[in-house]
């Protein structure tokens, strides 16, 4: 039955790339450079609840970070204002230096060893050796076919946080990804607490795993 749900993911997975994938009409430019911004935001534009979790989970997959108030209103302005998708507002980020530094993914990595230091992110040892490298390896082939690196973590998290805490193939991954989103959330949001030091907002989820108490823990930090 594993076997089964396995490939059922694989399938899933495939299609959501397929559906979402395509080149953008927007404009690719680096919006920020960065996750530090440089300036303060005059819009009075206000997130739903639903774009902020969605911009959390994305900076959750691309940076293993939490935002932090200021730059998750900043990043949700540009989301609304310009009218672009997640799956745009992720190829804009992945051309921030940040992104592309040794801390994360620079260009100097193949699709594969992209894609494995993704998977290492993303689901660590929540999931099994077979389990991990087919998922990269999926990840690879689709960064070769033309999705970029952004969008596909994009999917990836996305796909991930549709999975019930209690499969038994994802099941960690999935509950990891949600906790880490939910501390990022209670830092960003509900403390509305700021950095522009990128370290400190990776120390936000750094400790959370798929484990309830590690939420626990890490929301009394802040």
């Not at 530090?36 to 902020?52: E, V």
């Not at 204002?81 to 997640?86: K, L, P, T, V, Y």
């Not at 880490?180 to 830092?187: F, I, K």
Request: glycine letters at 4%; charged letters at 15%; a neutral charge.
């Amino acid at each position: 039955m594993s076997r089964v749900l396995h490939f059922l993911l694989l399938i899933t997975f495939c299609l959501l790339l397929t559906s979402c994938g395509g080149d953008s009409n927007s404009s690719t430019a680096s919006l920020l450079g960065s996750l530090k911004a440089t300036k303060a935001s005059s819009s009075t534009i206000t997130l739903t609840t639903a774009q902020q979790y969605d911009i959390i989970r994305l900076m959750q997959a691309m940076f293993n970070a939490a935002p932090g108030a200021f730059n998750l209103q900043v990043l949700g302005e540009h989301l609304v204002s310009s009218g672009i998708s997640m799956s745009e507002l992720a190829k804009e980020l992945e051309q921030s230096d940040l992104f592309k530094s040794p801390l994360l993914y620079p260009p100097s990595l193949t699709s594969q060893q992209f894609a494995d230091k993704l998977v290492t992110n993303m689901i660590g040892d929540t999931a099994n050796a077979y389990n991990r490298a087919s998922i990269a390896s999926a990840v690879a082939y689709f960064v070769d076919n033309g999705t970029s690196r952004g969008e596909i973590a994009w999917l990836l998290a996305s796909l991930i946080s549709t999975i019930p805490v209690t499969d038994s193939n994802w099941g960690k991954a999935a509950a990891q990804l949600s906790n880490r989103v939910e501390v990022a959330y209670y830092y960003s949001v509900t403390k509305a607490q700021s950095s522009d030091d990128f370290g400190t907002l990776q120390a936000v989820t750094r400790f959370v795993t798929a484990d309830p108490a590690t939420v626990i823990t890490a929301k009394d930090r802040k």
